[in-house]
Structures are given as structure tokens and as C-alpha cells.
């Protein structure tokens, strides 16, 4: 199971983190990520992370404003959203995948999806 947290109403540019704990099977073996949805929009991919090694890898529109980091003792990752933008708005979801490939996780890579967390940025 993956238990997502952190989401709010903050303004532009402000900040917020979530977090995700994993619970249950529990291996090393397994990379964490963050997809978003907006409304009317298709859930797509923010970040993810190694939890075996910690690469990191960031869609272009997040990059250089939000950080994505892990805790293997916790079984946690963690999203850091700083310079929120109102286009940052939508439902975040904290997602795991066993898949080695590809680097960039699509949506059919996950194999454990957690419920959803409310970012609203307003202007």
C-alpha cells in the first residue's frame, strides 16, 4: 500500500511537500514516483526515484523547481514543490514500479498506484 500526504491550497509560488509511505512487500529492487492529473487532462509523469541507487528523473516542467527524494529506512519518498505554479495544479499521485526500463515510468509501468493528494495553486 502507498499513503500519500502533504497536498493543500498554497499560492503561486510558494511551496509544499508530499510524502509517501510504502507499506507491505518490501524490497530495495523498486523505483517510486509522482504522476499528476488535472482535470480533463491525462495522469502524467513528474518524477521518479531509485530507491536502490537514487537516481532521480524529472519531467522538463518540474525540473530545476521540484526535488523528489527517498528514505529506504522508511520506505518513504518524498516531493518538494518549491515556485508553485497555478498549471502545478492537480491530483498528485504516488506511485511504485518494479520496472527496470524505461527510465522516464508511463503509467503502464506502475504496478502499485496510491490514492490521489489535492494541489491547488491558485494566482
Known amino acids: 500500500q502507498l499513503q500519500a500526504s502533504g497536498g493543500g491550497l498554497v499560492q503561486t509560488g510558494d511551496s509544499l511537500r508530499l510524502s509517501c509511505a510504502a507499506s507491505?512487500?518490501?524490497?530495495?529492487?523498486?523505483?517510486m514516483a509522482w504522476f499528476r492529473q488535472a482535470p480533463g487532462k491525462e495522469r502524467e509523469f513528474v518524477a521518479t526515484?531509485?530507491?536502490?541507487?537514487?537516481?532521480?528523473i524529472y519531467d522538463d516542467s518540474v525540473k530545476g523547481r521540484f526535488t523528489i527524494s527517498g528514505d529506504n529506512a522508511k520506505n518513504t519518498v518524498y516531493l518538494q514543490m518549491n515556485s508553485l505554479k497555478p498549471e502545478d495544479t492537480a491530483v498528485y499521485y504516488c506511485?511504485?514500479?518494479?520496472?527496470?526500463?524505461?527510465?522516464?515510468?508511463?503509467?503502464?509501468?506502475?504496478?502499485?498506484w496510491g490514492r490521489g493528494t489535492q494541489v491547488t495553486v491558485s494566482s
Open positions: 506511485a511504485a514500479s518494479f520496472a527496470v526500463y524505461p527510465l522516464r515510468l508511463r503509467a503502464g509501468d506502475i504496478d502499485y
Open positions: 507491505g512487500r518490501r524490497s530495495s529492487r523498486y523505483r
Open positions: 526515484f531509485s530507491m536502490s541507487g537514487g537516481s532521480t
